[in-house]
């Protein structure tokens, strides 16, 4: 009896758990917890963390997880390695389901940086107005380069105002249109784009626009994750499922 999990909150693991309901596999999708009212799902939905390897491991156990698929962000280095640990601890089967990092098309203009202090680092010098489509999580460190004005896009309207001096929160979730991103641009008269390497579609929009517009984009490289082995198609989850599920592991 197969009994999946799948580690959620991107566009990919949305598509995957419409595709097991499809196949009506048992399935749970696991969010975090970062916003108010996460997508709903045609599964079983649970939300929080797990408390660690420890509590991962003791929920693969006691929900009986046969298969465990993380789909989060390329991001979230901290729930991807707990991932491969309590799944090596445990024995259930584990695969990753991610996107191919973005590479820069003809037009682009990308200054990569390795990491959220890279990139704040990058923003020393003179006043610009500058889109950070980071999120909400990452945003008071750039109150280290405080002489810009920021456009912030965030899931939820922040409780309390962001700790930068300059700043507009704009709140919408993705995936974004391209046509959209360009007028929100145009409109706060950016003139930088600072972005994760994200890869996939839902947040891909805004590249386009700052191609379209011909603005630079400060691009944050991915940071490390554990080995595993990654799959970036629902298909090849599909077909991971019922291998796995055929030699009993
Ligand atoms: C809670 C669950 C789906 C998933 C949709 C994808 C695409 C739209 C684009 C910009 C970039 C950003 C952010 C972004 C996108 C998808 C995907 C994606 C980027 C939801 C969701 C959850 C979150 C958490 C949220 C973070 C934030 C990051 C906003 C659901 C809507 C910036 C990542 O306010 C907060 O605390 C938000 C926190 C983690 C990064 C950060 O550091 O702030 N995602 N986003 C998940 C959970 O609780 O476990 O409601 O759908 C999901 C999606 N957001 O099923 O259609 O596949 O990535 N999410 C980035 O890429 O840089 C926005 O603005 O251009
Ligand atoms: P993270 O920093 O890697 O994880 C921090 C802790 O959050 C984890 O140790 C775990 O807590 C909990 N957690 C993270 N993802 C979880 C999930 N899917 N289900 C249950 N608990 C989870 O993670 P993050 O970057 O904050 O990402 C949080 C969520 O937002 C994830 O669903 C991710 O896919 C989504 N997201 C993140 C980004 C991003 O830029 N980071 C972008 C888009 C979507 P315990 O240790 O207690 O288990």
Do not use: C
């Not at 046509?179 to 386009?208: C, F, Q, T, W």
């Not at 379209?212 to 400060?218: C, H, I, N, T």
Request: hydrophobic share 50%.
């Amino acid at each position: 009896m197969r009994n999946i999990l799948i580690l959620g909150g991107t566009t990919e693991a949305s598509a995957l758990a419409a595709a097991l309901a499809a196949r009506e596999l048992t399935a749970t999708l696991s969010y975090a917890g970062r916003v108010a009212n996460p997508k709903p799902q045609p599964v079983a939905v649970r939300i929080g963390g797990f408390g660690g390897v420890a509590g991962l491991a003791a929920y693969l156990s006691g929900a009986g997880v046969t298969h465990l698929v993380d789909a989060t962000h390329p991001f979230a280095a901290r729930m991807s390695a707990n991932a491969a640990a309590a799944a090596a601890r445990t024995g259930v089967a584990h695969l990753a389901l991610t996107r191919p990092a973005w590479t820069p098309q003809p037009g682009d203009r990308w200054y990569h940086v390795a990491d959220i202090p890279g990139a704040v680092a990058a923003l020393a010098g003179p006043a610009r107005r500058v889109m950070l489509a980071l999120g909400r999580m990452h945003v008071d460190a750039f109150a280290a380069q405080p002489q810009h004005h920021y456009l912030l896009r965030f899931v939820d309207a922040p409780r309390e105002a962001p700790g930068l001096a300059h700043h507009h929160v704009a709140v919408d979730r993705g995936p974004f249109t391209v046509d959209a991103d360009i007028a929100l641009m145009r409109a706060h008269e950016i003139d930088l784009v600072v972005s994760k390497n994200a890869g996939g579609r839902g947040a891909e929009a805004k590249l386009i626009a700052a191609r379209a517009l011909g603005l630079p984009v400060l691009m944050i490289d991915r940071p490390r994750l554990p080995p595993r082995t990654e799959v970036d198609t629902v298909a090849a989850v599909l077909r991971w499922i019922d291998h796995t599920a055929d030699l009993g592991v």
